[in-house]
């Protein structure tokens, strides 16, 4: 049993705060110096060591070595204790076998602190404490912490499957950092946090909604990205995509065959809201017809193999008549070629899954794939890291003296890695086993469609839809990755460029006013920025089932659109 025991007068209260309750500590005091002695002399958790690894000046890096996960160099950190954390926890031992991970966290100085949590999501299977994403929310003076998932990997490595860090990687990591990270904080700071939140895309989004579904306070607001919450389908999804893939070589398309495709539809389908801008926002509304470039000339045509492989990708996945997953939906064939592209079949998405998580027979191949995975994958759950338990009414309503959480979701419709159908069945299904309306759902949850945005950020570059709102890791990716082909000259790292913690450009601050000034989001405007940070576009994102509707005036300004 996994026992906090603190030597601090403050112990009842945090044992109090460790199930939630944002009840004022009876006494506050100064924070603490960064360094070991501060945690080891005052606190003691079973199965827990802090480490103190680096007091971070102000506009300092950070880097930890031997992360696969998340190995970049972080700069321009405000000033801040880097502490790690290790965690054993034996609770459920001996039906499960005992938890073991590690988490980190960025505190801010005691000046700078905002006095909130925030956790911080993982991507893909990566093992390793997500230092570049706990980056963005320090700058607004949370205290952050992120889980390396108790493994140690790269994102497209699953060979470091064992029961144990599967479930680690399925929900308990998560889970336990982030009661262990709430006492650490009101330990730290001699104050409890006022506010804890949530912010991850992909395996974040995962995480974050699984941790909603597992603990009801543990969030009082959260931003989703494109979440991978469906994994006992997904997974199989992906390899059979790459089955198709594999058993039609006739079928694979090439470079010239997917930009004729995605040229033709950005021709069929941009229109469709009745504003031509390179940007397919009503996918839905264009029923394309891919027999028109069908023909026996490869210089200007698909083959009939590859129009086929295509209708596969956009079709729904339906084993024994039902739905096994989505496809992918029209305009997100610019990410296709991240799984078509993987040409080794025993790394990576492909064959993994089967082989390593539901099958565990190394011998597994492609050439084993059948609809079966499905049935198995549904029967195994690896982790029980599928986020279906749809019922957060528990989240939604907290009782007496506790404000409702909040969610606010989003989903990249020219996302090619997860459909964006995936998210909306999400929301669907959440509000079938809550037994809300539409109108009710949109007073603690709300789910923003994202034209022409990828998986979780970017566009295709002859989109150049705005995808840009401080989203989960986006301010990561403008600030250390190649953008627009350049690396970016500046980039604050956190927020939106030029509107720095404006809740009408910046989703995080957006959900700030939602959670704790009761300020629903009813849109968040999204930039597209040229090389230089110049604002190229801006466009509002709309809460479901609304969407942004030109008025009148420039169609590059987001004031000449409204949430219809
Ligand atoms: C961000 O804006 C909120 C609301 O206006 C404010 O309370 C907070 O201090 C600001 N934070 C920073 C870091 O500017
Ligand atoms: C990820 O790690 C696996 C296992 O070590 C390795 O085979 C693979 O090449 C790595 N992939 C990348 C993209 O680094
Ligand atoms: C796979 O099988 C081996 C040998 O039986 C076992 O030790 C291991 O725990 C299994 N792995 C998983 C993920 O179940
Ligand atoms: C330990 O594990 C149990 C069972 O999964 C969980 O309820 C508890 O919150 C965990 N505690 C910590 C501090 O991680
Ligand atoms: C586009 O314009 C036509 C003609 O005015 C109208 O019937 C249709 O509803 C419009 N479509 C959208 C999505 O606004
Ligand atoms: C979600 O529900 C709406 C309204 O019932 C429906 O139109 C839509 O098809 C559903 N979508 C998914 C992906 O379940
Ligand atoms: C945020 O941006 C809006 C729209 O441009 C502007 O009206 C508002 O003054 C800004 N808020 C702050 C606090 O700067
Ligand atoms: C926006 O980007 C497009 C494509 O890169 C470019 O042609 C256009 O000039 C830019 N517009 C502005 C106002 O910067």
Redesign the pocket.
Request: hydrophobic share 10%; no cysteine.
């Given at each position: 049993m996994f026992l906090p025991m603190l030597k601090s007068t403050a112990a009842t209260s945090l044992a109090l705060f460790a199930s939630g309750v944002h009840s004022a500590p009876p006494q506050t005091r100064a924070a603490l110096s960064c360094s070991t002695s501060s945690f080891t002399n005052v606190v003691t958790l079973p199965g827990v060591t802090v480490t103190i690894q680096s007091a971070v000046t102000k506009s300092g890096t950070y880097q930890e070595a031997g992360n696969?996960g998340f190995p970049q160099q972080i700069d321009l950190l405000p000033s801040l204790c880097v502490v790690t954390v290790k965690v054993t926890n034996t609770s459920d031992v001996p039906t499960k076998p005992q938890s073991s991970y590690r988490f980190g966290m960025f505190l801010p100085t005691a000046a700078n602190w905002n006095k909130k949590i925030m956790t911080v999501g993982s991507a893909s299977f990566a093992g390793g404490i997500n230092w570049p994403d706990m980056a963005e929310p320090v700058h607004y003076g949370f205290a952050t912490l992120s889980t390396d998932n108790g493994h140690s990997?790269?994102?497209?490595?699953l060979?470091w499957v064992t029961p144990a860090r599967l479930y680690d990687w399925g929900y308990r990591a998560v889970h336990g950092s982030v009661v262990v990270g709430k006492l650490l904080t009101a330990h730290y700071y001699g104050k409890e946090p006022t506010y804890s939140y949530y912010s991850g895309c992909s395996t974040g989004g995962r995480q974050g909604l699984r941790e909603i579904q597992n603990d009801a306070n543990a969030f009082d607001g959260a931003l989703i990205g494109a979440p991978a919450w469906d994994t006992v389908h997904l997974m199989p999804w992906i390899s059979k995509m790459a089955y198709n893939r594999l058993s039609n070589t006739d079928g694979t398309l090439g470079t010239d065959q997917l930009n004729l495709l995605v040229d033709t539809i950005l021709a069929q389908c941009d229109s469709k809201d009745n504003v031509t801008d390179n940007v397919i926002s009503r996918p839905e509304q264009c029923n394309f017809d891919i027999s028109q470039i069908v023909c026996s000339d490869p210089t200007r045509c698909l083959s009939q193999a590859q129009a086929q492989t295509a209708m596969t990708t956009w079709a729904d996945y339906t084993v024994n008549g039902r739905l096994a997953s989505h496809g992918f939906t029209i305009g997100s064939e610019d990410q296709w070629p991240v799984y078509f592209g993987d040409t080794n079949t025993l790394?990576?998405f492909d064959f993994s899954y089967e082989r390593l998580w539901i099958n565990n027979d190394t011998s597994y191949r492609w050439q084993d794939y059948t609809d079966q995975a499905v049935l198995d994958s549904e029967a195994v759950n690896p982790g029980q890291a599928t986020a279906n338990r749809f019922d957060i009414s528990a989240y939604r309503t907290r009782g007496p003296g506790k404000k409702g959480g909040k969610i606010m979701m989003y989903h990249g419709l020219a996302d090619g890695l997860i459909p964006p159908k995936a998210s909306l069945q999400f929301y669907n299904q959440t509000m079938a086993a809550t037994g809300s309306t539409l109108d009710d759902m949109r007073s603690w949850f709300r789910f923003f469609e994202v034209p022409g945005m990828q998986h979780c950020f970017f566009t295709p570059a002859r989109f150049n839809a705005p995808w840009y709102f401080a989203g989960s890791g986006q301010a990561t990716q403008l600030r250390l990755l190649p953008y627009l082909g350049i690396r970016p000259a500046r980039g604050d790292g956190w927020s939106v460029p030029n509107h720095l913690n404006n809740s009408s450009y910046d989703a995080l601050a957006a959900l700030v006013q939602w959670v704790e000034n009761d300020k629903p989001v009813d849109q968040v405007i999204a930039t597209a920025f040229n090389a230089d940070f110049s604002v190229n576009r801006t466009r509002p994102i709309c809460p479901y089932p609304q969407v942004a509707t030109h008025r009148s005036g420039n169609i590059n300004d987001a004031s000449s659109w409204k949430c219809v």
């Open positions: 696969l990997s790269n994102g497209s490595d060979s790394t990576g």
